[in-house]
């Protein structure tokens, strides 16, 4: 399995299990994701969710053996990659329980997006975390909102226009982790992080993320709508698709 749900007492841990290619990820793996958010989600004994990766990445964000290939006069195949995105981020925004990620490595590009997602992160210093997708020729439209809160207009900029990969002082630096932790000991304390909420007044939590969702609700279906409308221009370009080979080709040598 690419994805993989485990229990541990009132925590639901769910782990992208890609490490041959540091968990990034195709569409397959994320409706499969998608379906175990909602289960975590519906289950009575669930108090909390943590999300992590195997091996020694997170996620590093899509699987471009798989975007590579999209026909640039094909506006719905790259409308329906978005759609993907979408209904994934929403799964993670819609769970009324406390979602902890356990940011083992690598968290890039979409899959630092996924990070964010999180009501809590923890990781630590040799986690390297940004939005590189600029540079495999991919703008970077959801990134832009998934960064904002946090990152406000101007680090936002750099990120989405550089590339840039940081470290994880810098990350808790900058918010983009809540807590440092050592390497041998992210997941475990993700896990006793979650749980502590998890034994939270239900209903007070459920009504606290209600409200930081509408926050963020239609932020996310304004960027949609842009990222639709971007890519649709990027992809036809071909852009994207050369910078995406030629990115695969050097990592074939």
Not at 66 to 95: K, M, N, Q
Request: some cysteine; hydrophobic content about 45%; proline content about 4%.
């Amino acid at each position: 399995m690419t994805v993989l749900l485990d229990r541990d007492g009132p925590v639901a841990v769910i782990t992208l299990n890609r490490p041959e290619k540091l968990n990034a990820w195709t569409a397959d793996m994320r409706e499969r994701l998608i379906a175990l958010l909602a289960e975590a989600g519906a289950d009575p004994e669930v108090g909390a969710v943590v999300l992590t990766g195997a091996g020694r990445a997170f996620c590093a964000g899509q699987d471009l053996g798989e975007t590579a290939t999209i026909d640039p006069d094909d506006h719905a195949a790259s409308d329906a990659w978005i759609d993907g995105f979408d209904r994934l981020y929403r799964a993670v925004l819609d769970l009324d329980k406390p979602v902890v990620a356990a940011v083992n490595g690598v968290a890039a590009g979409s899959g630092f997006q996924y990070a964010l997602l999180a009501d809590l992160r923890v990781g630590h210093a040799g986690v390297r975390m940004g939005q590189p997708e600029v540079l495999s020729g991919i703008p970077s439209i959801t990134g832009i909102w998934a960064m904002w809160n946090i990152l406000g207009r101007a680090r936002t900029t750099e990120f989405a226009l550089t590339g840039r990969l940081v470290y994880g002082a810098e990350a808790e630096r900058l918010g983009l982790l809540t807590r440092l932790v050592g390497e041998r000991e992210v997941l475990a304390e993700a896990v006793k992080q979650a749980k502590e909420l998890a034994a939270l007044p239900p209903g007070a939590v459920a009504l606290t993320k209600g409200r930081l969702r509408e926050l963020e609700s239609q932020a996310l279906a304004d960027a949609v709508v842009a990222a639709k409308k971007v890519h649709a221009a990027a992809y036809a370009s071909g852009e994207p698709q050369r910078e995406m080979n030629r990115f695969l080709e050097r990592s074939a040598r």
